[in-house]
Nanobody
């Protein structure tokens, strides 16, 4: 069972970019979907983007579509979230996890990493 470690968060200004990385300790199965979620204190974990390991089909929340890009590197077992045109409302802790199929509900995912903080100042 793959475990995940997120990295790449930081403090940026509105309009800047960040690149988050999700490193898997093991190789996901081709049917697995790796998802990025984000969470702010007091709110539920929110779906951001996901990618199917086999084939690379991608999925995005409407709030990040056209600004964020998710991709995978099958050689290094890593998933990257390129975040452009960041907004203050993107401020959150970002997590990655794995699911057996595409879903936007956090409870369908497992093997959550520790998260990486993204803070966007206005």
């Amino acid at each position: 069972q793959a475990q995940f470690v997120e990295s790449g968060g930081g403090l940026v200004q509105a309009g800047d970019s960040l690149r988050l990385s999700c490193a898997a300790s093991g190789r996901p199965f081709s049917s697995h979907v790796i998802g990025w979620f984000r969470q702010v204190p007091g709110r539920e974990r929110e779906f951001v983007a996901a990618i199917r390991w086999g084939g690379g089909r991608t999925y995005y929340a409407d709030s990040v579509k056209a600004r964020f890009t998710i991709s995978r590197d099958t050689a290094s077992n890593a998933v990257t979230l390129q975040m452009n045109s960041l907004k203050p409302e993107d401020t959150a802790t970002y997590y990655c996890a794995v699911a057996n199929g595409y879903d936007t509900v956090a409870t369908s995912y497992r093997s959550w990493g520790q998260g990486t903080q993204v803070t966007v100042s206005s």
